[in-house]
């Protein structure tokens, strides 16, 4: 399998729920990335994580806790969210090369919070 | 925040009709990156300007950095229903380790 891969694509949970998302990526790639994205609302970056070590986390509230337990795999872990947390999670990975932050998303995890 | 705004929000024409879209900031960016994505799944980078005043030609799609790095524009010809999806816009600085992405513009093309 190529490129990255996120999973489940779909999630339905209650706000009482724990869930994670996985994302894997197979390019070799030493930067992964969570992202929200919202209805009407920019990209918004959540977590990036530089060689294995978390380097920005924007604000985000704790209900969202990320893992990077290796290059190759990114977790977000959820526990009692909201409803207005329902939006499309796009995990994305990225290689410096020259300066450039190039970056290769998966397809998404859709999320509802019921 | 570094906020890259684009416009327009949304665009709806008929196939073999020219587009542009445009990102605009009030800062400057060394690189700046476009993306597109389709519904249901994750943004695809179409491709990364780093010099000021670059010109870019990606078969029918033109993409352009402005002079001073602040601004991008894609020019589309003769568009068909395949361009349809969400275009983003994303600057990278200096120092920062990711990237800012634009507010994005939704263009359908009619067949």
């Known amino acids: 399998e190529t490129g990255v891969t996120q999973t489940p694509r779909h999630l339905v949970m209650g706000m009482t729920n724990k869930k994670s998302l996985k994302c894997e990526q197979h390019?070799?790639?030493?930067?992964m990335y969570w992202y929200k994205q919202s209805a009407k609302k920019p990209l918004e970056l959540m977590f990036v994580y530089s060689l294995e070590e978390r380097v920005e986390n924007n604000s985000v509230p704790s209900r969202f806790s990320p893992e990077c337990p290796n290059s190759s795999h990114l977790f977000l872990h959820l526990h009692t969210l909201q409803p207005e947390d329902s939006a499309l999670y796009l995990c994305a990975s990225s290689r410096l090369t020259g300066g450039l932050y190039e970056q290769y998303f998966g397809p998404g995890t859709r999320l509802t919070v019921t | 925040t570094q906020l890259l705004e684009q416009s327009p929000q949304f665009l709806s024409i008929q196939e073999g009709e020219n587009l542009t879209v445009y990102c605009n900031s009030s800062s400057v960016f060394s690189s700046l990156q476009w993306y597109r994505q389709e519904p249901g799944e994750g943004p695809v980078l179409l491709v990364t300007v780093v010099t000021g005043g670059e010109v870019k030609k990606l078969k029918r799609l033109t993409f352009q950095f402005g002079d001073a790095r602040k601004d991008s524009s894609l020019h589309i010809t003769a568009a068909q229903p395949g361009d349809t999806g969400l275009y983003l816009c994303?600057?990278?600085?200096?120092?920062?380790?990711?990237?800012?992405f634009g507010t994005g513009t939704r263009l359908t093309v009619i067949p």
């Open positions: 994303a600057g990278e600085q200096t120092g920062a380790n990711n990237l800012f």
């Open positions: 390019l070799g790639h030493n930067a």
